[in-house]
């Protein structure tokens, strides 16, 4: 079971730091991912790290702004995003999955078990 938590509201320019807590699943040799869907569009990759430790990999869209890290002992894995914009208002979603494999870490398909999402708006 996952446990996604930190969104809420902010403005633009300001940070958060979304966490996602696995109970019952060991990070060991699982692929994780962050993904958002904002309003009225598709989900989509935010950033990933796949089974065997490499990454993270981040969106075109993201990449110098959020940071993603986990904390294995914690079974714990964290999104740290500056910089925010009114684009990257969303909910956002954190996924596990052992049967990864590297080229499709960033399609949502791959994964199999999701957090509930929380919700992130940046204001302008």
């Known amino acids: 079971q996952l446990q996604a938590s930190g969104g809420g509201l902010v403005q633009a320019g300001g940070s958060l730091r979304l966490s996602c807590a696995a109970t019952?699943?060991?990070?060991?040799?699982?692929?994780m991912g962050w993904f958002r869907q904002a309003p009225g569009k598709e989900r989509e990759f935010v950033s990933a790290?796949?089974?065997?430790?490499?990454?993270?990999f981040y969106a075109d869209s993201v990449k110098g702004r959020f940071t993603m890290s986990r904390d294995n002992a914690k079974s714990t894995m964290y999104l740290q995003m500056t910089s925010l914009k009114a684009e990257d208002t969303a909910v956002y979603y954190c996924a596990v999955d052992r049967q990864v494999i590297s080229s499709s870490i960033s399609r949502p398909a791959s994964y199999n078990y999701w957090g509930q999402g929380t919700l992130v708006t940046v204001s302008s």
């Open positions: 019952g699943v060991s990070f060991n040799r699982y692929a």
């Open positions: 790290i796949n089974r065997s430790g490499g990454g993270p």
